[in-house]
């Protein structure tokens, strides 16, 4: 697989970014960051179609952050660190991204990349087919590594790209993981 690169390489093949969040995500931000990608997209006179398909993989990565990112305990035991870096964007080629990047458990990561691998070798009418018998018989409906999520993103994009980079050493026990699904 080649490799991504950093979000700086990112922004730099970037034409118009609708939305760029580093932080905390919790589900009334989402609410509050989809409402802002809205407006947005609507004035870069996206068509219909496309704005939903970007709305459904914008909601689902940021599910993933906030699902999947390394977990760490508070005093009171509870989880709290969802934190994470997402940017919606419409690229030079005229084709829009969902970009991410989080820190998650080196745990998750050869479950999360299975997934990735499969679905990204299937095409388009296989992940139809897969989503459509995971939402029949439940499977993988709220499992850690990629779920149902990852054959709707698939339906949704022309492209997936994702890598894990362990290079950061102040993470350990944890892998940096950059996502990015492109839409035409």
Known sequence: MKRMGSLESVLQNDGVIFLTYGGLLTQA????????????VEGDAVNKKTAINIFTVFIEVAQNIMNYSSQKQNDNAVPFDTRGLIVVGKGLDDKYYVFSQNVMAIADQDKLETKLTEVIGCDRETVKRLYREARRDGRHSHSRGGGIGMYEIAKKCEQIEFEF????????GNTLFRFKATIA
């Open 29 to 40: 931000l989402l609410v509050a960051l989809t409402e802002s990608l809205e407006k947005g």
């Open 165 to 172: 980079d362990q290079s950061d050493k102040t993470i350990e």
